[in-house]
């Protein structure tokens, strides 16, 4: 080969770098075709959790209120401060205090990560919470997804006790009381109460032990068992159809989920692409569109965009105003009088002064036993897919009811309870 050649190809090498490399890494040029918004999502590791098109009812903010996007990215949140975090913490009685005061003191941004990753569990607790009321009152856990509801409870209690073990994480007064008063609720369990309780602490008290547990549970164990459920969430919700929808706005036809059936509309003078090219199996025929159905991209993802961007920023406006608390160091011998539980314990806690057995597990027990059933035992499949439909009055009365009932125990355990657990008014 001739050194002219040699130089032309290096050239020619050199000039198509910036598309050769884009071109391996994202296979499709930034798509402006129909074809190539459906072989994007296709081709691309992060997008091909999408399918190629959504319907419109998906993108309907009032429908979803983001909320399921939301509590996925305070998970993120909570993974990226948490292993920064993971570089100052020390899980031991002598140093754990000594570490929060370090990074309040010393460490560059200490206080900010600390606040971020705070605000993002107390938010996640709350948000997983109102996405599950959400898919509730929209008749969302029915048929063909009622073992995706069942996931969710699974989450549920996943984020709770997450929470709940990075509690006792700071080694403050708050942290050990609230802890203490926590697992002897679940030390209320009938035969085998202080068998959990023990396993829980490592001891009969909280200690060092305990410390230790809660910290192995809260940084490996139960972050992996929420992304393995979070994975077979976001696989079922492909499965089962994509979101649910009123009746009317079904997909009809050979490419619909099980949860629908198209409604097929000719369109003769819209050019429309078949997939066959890319899916096996079952495909949409040329002029044979679903309704009301828009590509992925870009439709679903600058919404997840959109999502994303008012997550963190709330997060960290949150973050620059209101610092995490620190109380003073433990003091095993002194007990804040009323010792009180984290916040959504709360409620159980203001049971429990009533009856230890029935508020501590009788009626939480009862409550998760009928949220994992009732996709079971309600088959009825009309209201899907609308708020409050009229068809759902009763379970959606029932579910509210539960509701309303555990946020004003929340309310009065938080606000209304003083020193021996008395009635007191915050006012
Ligand atoms: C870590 C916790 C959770 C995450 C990250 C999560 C994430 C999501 C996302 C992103 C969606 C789709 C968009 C949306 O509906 O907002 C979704 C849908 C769904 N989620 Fe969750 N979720 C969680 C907890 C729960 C809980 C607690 C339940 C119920 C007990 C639940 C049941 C469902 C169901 C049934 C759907 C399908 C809804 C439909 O088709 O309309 N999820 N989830």
């Known amino acids: 080969m001739s050194t002219q050649t040699t130089e032309k190809s290096a050239w020619s090498a050199i000039r198509e770098l910036p598309s050769n490399v884009w ?9 402006s075709t129909d074809l190539e918004r459906a072989s994007t999502s296709f081709t691309n590791f992060f997008l091909h959790i999408h399918p190629v098109k959504v319907h419109k009812n998906t993108l309907r903010p009032i429908y979803t209120m983001g909320l399921g996007l939301i509590s996925i990215f305070l998970f993120f ?9 993971m570089f100052y913490y020390v899980p031991s009685t002598t140093q754990a205090y000594d570490r929060m005061l370090d990074l309040r003191g010393t460490v560059a941004f200490g206080i900010f990560l600390r606040n971020m990753h705070r605000w993002s569990a107390h938010g996640m ?27 969710g ?30 697992t002897s609720i679940a030390g209320y369990a009938p035969l085998i109460g202080s068998q959990i309780k023990f396993v829980l602490l490592g ?38 159809g994509g979101l649910s929808r009123p009746e009317g706005a079904r997909v009809q036809g050979p490419g619909a989920g099980e949860s629908g059936v198209v409604k097929l509309r000719l369109e003769p003078q819209k050019r429309v692409f078949g997939l066959q090219g890319f899916v096996r199996g079952p495909f949409t ?90 996709p079971y035992f309600d088959r009825n499949p009309k209201g ?14 029932i579910f509210l009811s539960m509701v309303i ?23």
């Not at 071109?23 to 798509?31: E, I, K």
């Not at 948000?127 to 509801?149: D, I, Q, S």
């Not at 209690?157 to 006792?168: A, Q, W």
């Open 203 to 240: 001891d009969t008290t909280v200690g060092q032990e305990a410390l230790l547990r809660f910290y192995v549970l809260h940084v490996a164990v139960l972050p992996t068992v929420l992304l393995t459920l979070v994975g077979v969430h976001f696989w079922r919700i492909r499965k089962d």
């Open 77 to 85: 949140i909570l993974m990226a401060t948490g292993i920064l975090l």
């Open 384 to 397: 899907v897919g609308r708020w409050f439909a009229k068809e759902r009055l009763m379970a959606n009365t």
């Open 153 to 182: 409870v699974l989450l549920l209690l996943v984020t709770l006790f997450m929470s709940f073990t990075g509690y006792l994480l700071p080694w403050d007064q708050l942290a050990f009381w609230a802890i203490t008063v926590g």
């Open 125 to 151: 607790v709350a948000v997983v919470f109102l996405h599950m009321c959400r898919v509730f009152l929209t008749g969302a856990y029915k048929k063909p997804r009622e073992f995706n509801w069942v996931i």
């Open 285 to 374: 025929k040329v002029g044979n569109t679903p309704d009301d159905t828009v590509f992925s991209w870009p439709n679903l993802l600058m919404a997840e965009l959109f999502v994303f961007v008012l997550t963190v920023s709330a997060i960290l406006v949150i973050s620059l105003f209101f610092n995490a608390p620190l109380e003073e160091p433990v003091n095993v011998m002194h007990p804040p009088n009323p010792a009180k539980a984290p916040w959504y314990f709360l409620g159980l806690q203001e049971m429990v002064s009533y009856s230890a057995f029935w508020g501590g597990i009788g009626i939480p027990g009862l409550m998760v036993a009928f949220l994992i059933a009732v």
């Open 405 to 427: 009932l555990n946020v004003i125990f929340i309310i009065i355990g938080t606000f209304f309870r003083g020193p021996n657990w008395t009635f007191v008014s915050p006012f």
């Open 23 to 31: 071109s391996s890494v994202f296979r499709n040029p930034v798509p």
